[in-house]
């Protein structure tokens, strides 16, 4: 009698926790999952609007073919992640108090990019009667990281941006803003390096890579125009 008693009790244990187990997940999944939804969406949204970064992957892919340009979107992405360990380490409202530290950041992130305009553009100029290879010496990974990381405002957007889309109550502002940086990380990665892709094939199809003395100069452009932000910011 006694072992089916305690047969009966685990039973009904089993089932109160099976219950309890699926009104959790059913919450997690289901309710808080439109919140994910609309923080994807919406991510996506701005990763897809025209901008110089996602302008120098395409001339990039174009120029040097998909390999590089994924290593560049690599580097340009990577720099989500320190934005998003800034602010879950809360550095972001230090820099958010502190505006001298944001402009020193933009100023040396400026510099090297203009540095880096000036000899791409040298180096087309140079070579365009010898029609060398593409240079393969340039860190497009290190010049998509620099990129990234010398924009602190970035930091300070997802500091205003993700409170807006915390998705459970229990979880700490911390986790879910790791997990929100993660989730912008891992889509601006995918949108970044599928546009490499079809950049690249455009252009073996097309041909557009034998004309690659312009797309040195566009990149320098492209450069130019991202110091420019930084210098003069809005």
Same mark, same amino acid.
Not at 50 to 62: K, N, Q, W
Not at 114 to 143: D, G, H, V
């Given at each position: 009698?006694?072992?089916?008693? $305690? ?13 309890? $187990? ?15 939804? =609309? ?5 996506? /949204? ?19 073919? &998909?390999?590089?340009?994924?290593? @560049? /979107? @690599?580097?340009? $992405? ?5 934005? $998003?360990?800034?602010?879950?380490l809360g550095l972001g409202t230090i820099l958010k108090h502190e505006p001298d530290i944001i402009r020193i950041i933009e100023i040396s992130g400026a510099t090297y990019l203009i540095y880096l305009a000036i000899q791409i553009w040298r ?58 940086? /993660?989730?912008?990380?891992?889509? %601006? ?9 079809? %950049? ?14 312009? &797309? ?10 991202? %110091?420019?932000?930084? =210098?003069?910011? =809005?």
């Amino acid at each position: 009698m006694e072992l089916v008693h $305690t047969q009966d009790l685990l039973s009904s244990f089993s089932k109160i926790l099976y219950s309890r $187990t699926n009104i959790l997940i059913y919450k997690f999944f289901l309710l808080e999952l439109n919140t994910l939804l =609309l923080f994807i969406f919406t991510s996506i /949204s701005l990763t897809l609007f025209p901008g110089p970064d996602i302008l120098f992957v395409v001339s990039t892919s174009l120029q040097k073919g &998909w390999k590089k340009g994924v290593k @560049l /979107s @690599l580097g340009l $992405t990577s720099g989500i992640i320190i934005h $998003t360990l800034v602010v879950v380490l809360g550095l972001g409202t230090i820099l958010k108090h502190e505006p001298d530290i944001i402009r020193i950041i933009e100023i040396s992130g400026a510099t090297y990019l203009i540095y880096l305009a000036i000899q791409i553009w040298r180096n087309s100029i140079k070579n365009q009667n010898n029609l060398p290879k593409p240079s393969k010496n340039q860190n497009l990974f290190l010049t998509g990281f620099i990129m990234n990381l010398s924009n602190p405002k970035v930091s300070l957007f997802f500091l205003s941006f993700f409170p807006g889309f915390l998705f459970h109550h229990e979880l700490s502002y911390s986790l879910q803003f790791f997990i929100l940086g /993660s989730i912008f990380f891992v889509q %601006a990665l995918f949108i970044f390096a599928s546009c490499s892709i079809l %950049a690249a094939r455009l252009g073996e199809k097309f041909k557009l890579r034998d004309r690659f003395f312009k &797309w040195d100069k566009i990149q320098s452009l492209i450069l130019f125009i991202i %110091a420019l932000i930084l =210098l003069n910011p =809005l």
